[in-house]
Each structure stands twice: as C-alpha cells, then as structure tokens.
Nanobody, 124 residues
Framework: QVQLVESGGGLVQAGASLRLSCAASGRTFRRYAMGWFRQAPGKEREFVAAVTWSGGSKYYADSVKGRFTISRDNAKNAVNLQMNSLKPEDTAVYYC?????????????????WGQGTQVTVSS
C-alpha cells in the first residue's frame, strides 16, 4: 500500500511555470508506475502524464506535450510534474496516482492509489 501527498499548486498567470510534487510513503515505491491526472470543474478526471517504475518511459496527453515534464526519484519516493507555459485551460485540481506492479495507464480506473489533489489556477 502507498499513500500519496501532492504539493506545489497555486495561482499563476498565463505563461508562468509551476512544479508539482507527489510524496509517496512506503518502501516499495519503485514497484509503482506513477501518473498525474487533473479534473476541472464540471469535467471528468483526465490523464495528464505517466512514468514507468524505472523512469525510462514517459507518456503525455496531447494537450500538455512539450509543456509539461514528468519525472521521478525512486530514492526519494517522489514524482514531479514540471508545468511550463501554463494556460487558463490548465486550471484544475491535479492528482497523483500510483499503479502497482504494472505498466502505466491512461485511464483513471488503471490506478490503485490516489492523492488528495492540489489546486492549480491559471489566470489570463
């Protein structure tokens, strides 16, 4: 089992950058593929980015490709999401998710554990 705690959200202007972090508990963090999802008001939770347990493969939603970068540090039990060139449409609650002993997934149902979320608001 793993517990996830996100941090780093905030209110920024369009074009700015933010770095989200997700701290994971437990000694088996490297057994988990990790993902970031987001949910805007009135919308379904959607995939943003994912990384395999080794960090060797990364995947992104088309809407963030080239602007966001996912990374992980297994020694620190952490996964990060660097968000550059933010747009108002990036405004959402961002969630960190963990998928045990498997590859990554683009689907909410593919993940076993979730954090509580961190709010990102981008003003125009």
């Amino acid at each position: 089992q793993v517990q996830l705690v996100e941090s780093g959200g905030g209110l920024v202007q369009a074009g700015a950058s933010l770095r989200l972090s997700c701290a994971a508990s437990g000694r088996t963090f490297r057994r988990y593929a990790m993902g970031w999802f987001r949910q805007a008001p009135g919308k379904e939770r959607e995939f943003v980015a994912a990384v395999t347990w080794s960090g060797g493969s990364k995947y992104y939603a088309d809407s963030v490709k080239g602007r966001f970068t996912i990374s992980r540090d297994n020694a620190k039990n952490a996964v990060n999401l660097q968000m550059n060139s933010l747009k108002p449409e990036d405004t959402a609650v961002y969630y960190c998710a963990a998928r045990y002993d498997s590859g990554t997934s683009y689907f909410v149902s593919g993940y076993d554990y979730w954090g509580q979320g961190t709010q990102v608001t981008v003003s125009s």
